[in-house]
C-alpha cells in the first residue's frame, strides 16, 4: 500500500482516479447551474429552479456524505498533479521532455497541463469566494431566505441562492474570469479523460481513440456550458 502512495505509477493512478471522479461532479455541478437559464422554459419564476437545486444539493443526506469526500477529492488531484510535475522537471533537468514544446506531434493540452491546471486552481479560488464560502458559511455575504417550489412537496422556505449568484453574475469581469477559466477547464479535462483510463490500464488503439472523442465531447460541454451560464445570466438576466 505504502507503495501505491509512493511510486511514479501509484500517484498517476490516484491522480486518473480522483480526476474521473471530479469529472462526474462537475457534469452534476453543470445540471444545477443550468437551472439559472432555464426557469422561463418549466414554467417557473426565475430563480425558482437554481434555488431548489441548491436546496436539494444542501440538505439531501448523500449529498452531505459525498461533499467531504469531494473535496478531499480535489485536493488529492491538485496535490498529486503538482508533485508529479514537479518530479518530471526534476527528472528532465535542462532537457525537454518527451511531451515538451519542440516536440511533433504531441497535443498543446498535454504539454501544459500544468499552467492549466494553475489556472484552474485560481478560478476555483474566484468561485469559493464568491459563491461557495457564501452560501455555506455566509462567509462575505449571507443569502437571503426566498420562497420555491420543491420536489412536487409545494412551497418550502430556503436559502436565495439564485440572487447572490445573479448579482455575481452582474459583474463583467467576474464572467469575464468564468469564460476564461470555463475553456481553461475545457482543455485540461479534454487530455486529462482519456489520459486517466490510459493510466488505467484501458489504452488500446480502438477504445483509445473513443475515448479521445469522448472525452473531447464531455470536455467541451462541461466547459462551454459553464461559460455560456456565465454569459446568459450577464445578457438576459441581470
Same mark, same amino acid.
Given at each position: 500500500?505504502?507503495?501505491?502512495?509512493?511510486?511514479?505509477?501509484?500517484?498517476?493512478?490516484?491522480?486518473?482516479?480522483?480526476?474521473?471522479?471530479?469529472?462526474?461532479?462537475?457534469?452534476?455541478?453543470?445540471?444545477?447551474?443550468?437551472?439559472?437559464?432555464?426557469?422561463?422554459?418549466?414554467?417557473?419564476?426565475?430563480?425558482?429552479?437554481?434555488?431548489?437545486?441548491?436546496?436539494?444539493?444542501?440538505?439531501?443526506?448523500?449529498i452531505k456524505i459525498v461533499e467531504p469526500i469531494l473535496g478531499l477529492g480535489f485536493?488529492?488531484? *491538485?496535490?498529486?498533479?503538482?508533485?508529479?510535475?514537479?518530479?518530471?522537471?526534476?527528472?528532465?533537468?535542462?532537457?525537454?521532455?518527451?511531451?515538451?514544446?519542440? +516536440?511533433?506531434? !504531441?497535443?498543446? +493540452?498535454?504539454?501544459?497541463?500544468?499552467?492549466?491546471?494553475?489556472?484552474?486552481?485560481?478560478?476555483?479560488?474566484?468561485?469559493? !469566494?464568491?459563491?461557495?464560502?457564501?452560501?455555506?458559511?455566509?462567509?462575505g455575504g449571507h443569502p437571503a431566505e426566498a420562497e420555491f417550489p420543491y420536489l412536487g412537496t409545494g412551497m418550502v422556505h430556503g436559502e436565495?441562492?439564485?440572487?447572490?449568484?445573479?448579482?455575481?453574475?452582474?459583474?463583467?469581469?467576474?464572467?469575464?474570469?468564468? !469564460?476564461?477559466?470555463? *475553456?481553461?477547464?475545457?482543455?485540461?479535462?479534454?487530455?486529462?479523460?482519456?489520459?486517466?483510463?490510459?493510466? *488505467?490500464?484501458?489504452?488500446?488503439?480502438?477504445?483509445?481513440?473513443?475515448?479521445?472523442?469522448?472525452?473531447? *465531447?464531455?470536455?467541451?460541454?462541461?466547459?462551454?456550458?459553464?461559460?455560456?451560464?456565465? !454569459?446568459?445570466?450577464?445578457?438576459?438576466?441581470?
Amino acid at each position: 500500500m505504502a507503495n501505491l502512495f509512493s511510486s511514479s505509477i501509484g500517484k498517476k493512478l490516484i491522480m486518473s482516479l480522483s480526476g474521473l471522479f471530479l469529472i462526474l461532479f462537475l457534469l452534476i455541478h453543470l445540471t444545477i447551474n443550468s437551472f439559472l437559464l432555464l426557469d422561463g422554459v418549466f414554467g417557473f419564476e426565475e430563480g425558482q429552479m437554481f434555488n431548489a437545486g441548491a436546496h436539494f444539493m444542501g440538505t439531501f443526506p448523500l449529498i452531505k456524505i459525498v461533499e467531504p469526500i469531494l473535496g478531499l477529492g480535489f485536493l488529492i488531484h *491538485i496535490v498529486y498533479s503538482l508533485i508529479l510535475s514537479f518530479q518530471n522537471m526534476k527528472a528532465r533537468g535542462s532537457a525537454k521532455y518527451a511531451s515538451g514544446s519542440k +516536440t511533433q506531434d !504531441v497535443e498543446w +493540452t498535454s504539454k501544459n497541463m500544468l499552467p492549466l491546471g494553475i489556472a484552474l486552481l485560481a478560478f476555483l479560488a474566484v468561485h469559493l !469566494v464568491n459563491f461557495w464560502l457564501k452560501i455555506k458559511f455566509g462567509i462575505g455575504g449571507h443569502p437571503a431566505e426566498a420562497e420555491f417550489p420543491y420536489l412536487g412537496t409545494g412551497m418550502v422556505h430556503g436559502e436565495d441562492a439564485y440572487a447572490l449568484v445573479n448579482a455575481a453574475f452582474g459583474n463583467i469581469l467576474l464572467v469575464l474570469c468564468y !469564460v476564461v477559466g470555463s *475553456i481553461a477547464l475545457a482543455f485540461h479535462l479534454s487530455h486529462g479523460f482519456w489520459s486517466s483510463f490510459q493510466t *488505467i490500464g484501458w489504452n488500446n488503439q480502438i477504445w483509445m481513440q473513443r475515448l479521445k472523442v469522448i472525452g473531447n *465531447i464531455i470536455a467541451w460541454v462541461i466547459g462551454l456550458g459553464f461559460a455560456v451560464i456565465a !454569459v446568459g445570466q450577464y445578457l438576459f438576466f441581470q
